[in-house]
């Protein structure tokens, strides 16, 4: 039986052992600077001597619309430090707004990351509260706070409002997608779309189906980095300020504790995130940034532990897109906990947390809605949330999400239509008289990490106009891209290595058969392994001039999708010296 108590740390720090004392507390010349400089701003020095200081890292900006919320925050997450007797600070970072960032906001994931890391080094503090929660703000503050490896706590944006025209409930992405498929089958008029356009993004907070952003809050929370049940709180709801203050309040405990990423996150905290991302049919994103997060801590995770943790957890939670409801009646279920709490028999729950244990966090929790949370004799499915597929085509490996694909594409073979770039896809699927047949296999390369560049989220390739127009609504599409968590289909990703790099992609030809088998985990292009190799040697990727700047650093750098696209040189979990202070 797993342990559910907290493991004692043998001491509490002392004043004197603060990171920022060394700022502050000194009597050299510099720390003059370091005192009179706040009290340029301000502060008496009883604000911030002999304190703990707590950064705020802020991914707030005037284009970042799912944290609108966060200047409010802020105030609140101050008001629970002062309260625990320690120093605020808000320290902004780059904002990577998951709409208006092109050409990807993966592009910058990294940059993120790097940037948190940095933010912290350089400056006098103990320890940070991470502000984030559109897409890539939860795996890049995470990943660079894993880094620096001081005392953090993870604050998530939480969920929007439900969305809603016309007397139905709409879903962030997913009924985007949808309800475009049938604007250009001539299902729904221009007036309905503009309606949905004001109706479905009411208020501040982020994605409230089960896109990337609740998927890596989610994943956040089960890692340990969050208090219990903060990543299903509505950004809109009063509780959503509660427990900004309780993670202002939690911050400083945490650096007397010195409980800091390295103390939490482990391979049981994974596995745990691996169960909780299939149960929820979490985003396909996660496989990129759990990866990527797990080597910056030193803990080991393959693409395979996907599907081995898939084979073995039911999909228990009943949220679009794979399911019916939204975030906001996630939370009123139960949220996160009861989720855990329903599947405790698989979970480490001896874990730990930044406030104690997994097991400790769903003591008392419970599911009030089983239709939400399914029992697990009711699961939406009773296993296989995901599945990695390998073969001549994907050597490192391709995800699809078989919940969200019709059963038929499941195993299936058809002749290849092949588009190079986003652009010529664009222009042929909506070409009415464009050779196609539901049958068809679409494929779309140069959308990887180094192709795109950054993996945009190009995936959930559109189905030509001329078959919407019969009433086909999936196909087989297969792609080197990701696709935003929102998204559905039978649509293969991060297939590894990309085209770009001459991955065996890059041979794929339009009328060559290919072959999907769920089942068997496999995926097959009925070409030999010689006309590969030399389709593959006679292939000319377009060509990407980057002479300077950060997409040159990023394509030198940047790893494939199977290994977490994280960049060469910040993977690992080695310490970096502190800074110089003269
Ligand atoms: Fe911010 Fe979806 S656009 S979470």
Redesign the pocket.
């Given at each position: 039986m797993a342990k559910t108590t907290t493991e004692e740390k043998p001491s509490r720090k002392s004043l004197s052992e603060l990171r920022s004392q060394r700022w502050f507390g000194a009597t050299d010349l510099r720390s003059f600077g370091h005192r009179s400089r706040m009290m340029q701003m301000g502060y008496a020095l009883d604000d911030f001597m002999g304190k703990p200081v707590i950064g705020i890292i802020n991914t707030w900006s005037d284009l970042a619309?799912?944290h609108t919320h966060f200047p409010e925050r802020v105030k609140d997450i101050k008001r629970g430090i002062w309260q625990a007797g320690a120093f605020p600070v808000e320290l902004p970072a780059l904002s990577l707004s998951?709409?208006y960032v092109k050409p990807t906001s993966m592009l910058y994931r990294n940059l993120l990351a790097l940037e948190v890391e940095e933010l912290i080094r350089s400056h006098p503090v103990d320890g940070v509260v991470l502000m984030g929660?559109?897409?890539k703000t939860t795996p890049a503050t995470i990943m660079g706070g894993i880094s620096m490896n001081l005392p953090m706590i993870f604050m998530p944006a939480g969920p929007m409002m439900r969305g809603h025209f016309g007397g139905r409930i709409l879903g962030?992405g997913s009924d985007v997608w949808k309800y475009y498929a049938e604007k250009e089958a001539g299902t729904i008029t221009e007036k309905q779309w503009n309606d949905m356009e004001a109706g479905i993004a009411r208020s501040a907070g982020?994605?409230m189906t089960m896109?990337t952003?609740s998927t890596m809050t989610s994943i956040a929370e089960v890692l340990g980095f969050s208090l219990p049940g903060s990543s299903s709180i509505p950004a809109g709801d009063a509780a959503h300020s509660r427990m900004a203050t309780a993670s202002g309040r939690r911050i400083v405990e945490m650096v007397w504790e010195d409980l800091k990423p390295s103390d939490i996150m482990d391979r049981r905290s994974v596995e745990n995130a691996l169960v909780i991302h299939n149960a929820l049919a979490g985003s396909t994103n996660a496989m990129v940034h759990l990866t990527a997060m797990a080597k910056r801590g030193g803990v080991e995770i393959k693409l395979t532990d996907f599907d081995d943790f898939a084979q073995k957890v039911p999909v228990i939670c009943n949220l679009r897109p794979s399911g019916q409801w939204l975030m906001e009646d996630f939370f009123i279920a139960g949220g996160i906990r009861a989720l855990m709490k329903r599947l405790e028999h698989l979970l480490h729950l001896d874990a730990r947390t930044v406030a104690g244990t997994i097991g400790e966090g769903i003591a008392d929790a419970e599911v009030y809605d089983d239709d939400v949370i399914r029992p697990l004799d009711k699961a939406i499915a009773a296993s296989g949330g995901t599945a990695i597929l390998y073969g001549n085509i994907a050597p490192d490996g391709c995800v699809i999400k078989p919940p969200a694909a019709e059963a038929r594409l499941l195993n299936h073979t058809g002749p290849a239509i092949v588009f190079d770039s986003y652009d010529e896809m664009t222009k042929a699927v909506n070409d009415l008289d464009l050779d196609v047949t539901k049958d068809h296999v679409m494929v779309l390369r140069n959308a990887g990490p180094i192709g795109g560049p950054g993996m945009p989220e190009w995936g959930m390739l559109p189905i030509p106009k001329k078959l919407l127009k019969e009433g086909v609504r999936d196909m087989l599409r297969i792609s080197d891209a990701r696709m935003s968590g929102t998204s559905y289909g039978a649509c293969i990703l991060h297939v590894s290595p990309e085209a770009a790099i001459r991955g065996p992609l890059a041979a794929v030809r339009n009328g060559d058969e290919i072959t999907v088998d769920v089942s068997r985990r496999s995926i097959h292009l009925h070409v030999s392994d010689e006309e590969i190799a030399r389709r593959v040697k006679e292939w000319t990727p377009p060509p990407r001039n980057y002479p300077r700047g950060y997409y040159r650093m990023f394509a030198r750098h940047v790893k494939q999708a199977h290994e977490g696209c994280d960049f060469d040189y910040l993977e690992g979990a080695e310490g970096i010296p502190e800074p110089e202070i003269h």
């Open positions: 619309q799912c998951e709409q929660g559109c897409d962030s982020t994605c896109g952003a």
